[in-house]
């Protein structure tokens, strides 16, 4: 089913959803979370998808916000339209927690690179198979906005709290080593392998009993940061500090 700005297919218990604004580097905007958001409340409720897969077309994944859209709303690093940009930050947040609580096991499937909000995306997912190369990185700081929808603590869980803050305190983009050092890649791939290797992850899963995951999945989770908790207050945080720097200039 292709709609707007992103595709989505179910086939033999896997849902496949692929950011489609190749165009625009996949880049994220009001509606393309809608929509994520959408589909991925409805699959929420079908027992008979097991796992999800999470790509994007074209040269890359995701570059992150929408370049049209950061220039609305945070011109020259200022704040902008509030009420659009939190409703933003919201729907992100909500989109990344969907992705979190997912009952089946989630793979993010990432070839060029994501950036910012398209890192996000990826790091919410259970399993992270990446092209060798690709490039991976929160440049918020950059541009004076903190990290939203919940995703410190899961950057923490993944790398550790002194690598998170390093990345997010610098947006530096991490090398391909560190970021397989780190663990934050499950697994890499030559490029031209993604789609068999996601396809063989997903169905070594598949011949496990079902149960097992909708089972483990929480076990894990309650030891992990509850990142849905945290989201209302980034996204207040991200308000405020750029509020903030508006009265400083």
């Known amino acids: 089913m292709k709609l707007s700005t992103i595709t989505v ?24 979370l809608e929509e994520l958001s959408a589909e991925l409340h409805a699959l929420h409720g079908r027992d008979d998808v097991f796992a ?10 995701c570059a992150g916000m929408d370049r049209a859209l950061a220039e609305r ?8 339209e509030v009420q659009e940009l939190t ?4 729907l992100g947040g909500r989109v990344f927690e969907q992705i979190r609580s997912f009952p089946g096991i989630t793979v993010a499937a990432v070839s060029g690179f994501a950036i910012g909000g398209g890192m996000l995306l990826v790091s919410a997912c259970d399993v992270r198979v ?21 995703a ?6 993944l790398v550790g709290e002194g690598r998170a803050l390093d990345w997010i305190a610098t947006g530096r983009k991490p090398s391909f080593e560190e970021l397989m050092m780190s663990g934050f890649i499950t697994r890499a791939v030559a490029e031209g392998e993604l ?6 992850y997903v169905t070594t899963v598949r011949a496990n009993p079902a149960l097992f995951i909708r089972v ?4 894990i989770r309650s030891y992990a940061r509850p990142a849905s908790s945290l989201s209302t207050l980034e996204t207040l945080g991200s308000i405020g500090l750029l509020a903030l720097n508006d009265s400083v200039r």
């Open 9 to 32: 297919a179910v086939q033999d218990g896997v849902a496949r959803i692929v950011l489609d604004r190749p165009d625009e580097a996949n880049s994220l905007n009001t509606q393309i």
């Open 52 to 61: 999800l897969v999470l790509s994007g077309e074209g040269r890359g994944f």
């Open 73 to 80: 709303l945070l011109p020259d690093g200022q704040l902008g």
């Open 87 to 90: 409703r933003f930050l919201d």
């Open 130 to 150: 990446v092209v060798t190369g690709a490039r991976l990185a929160v440049p918020e700081s950059t541009f004076g906005l903190p990290l939203s929808w919940g």
């Open 152 to 157: 410190v603590g899961r950057l923490i869980d």
């Open 195 to 200: 789609d068999d290797v996601v396809d063989e």
């Open 216 to 219: 483990t999945k929480p076990q």
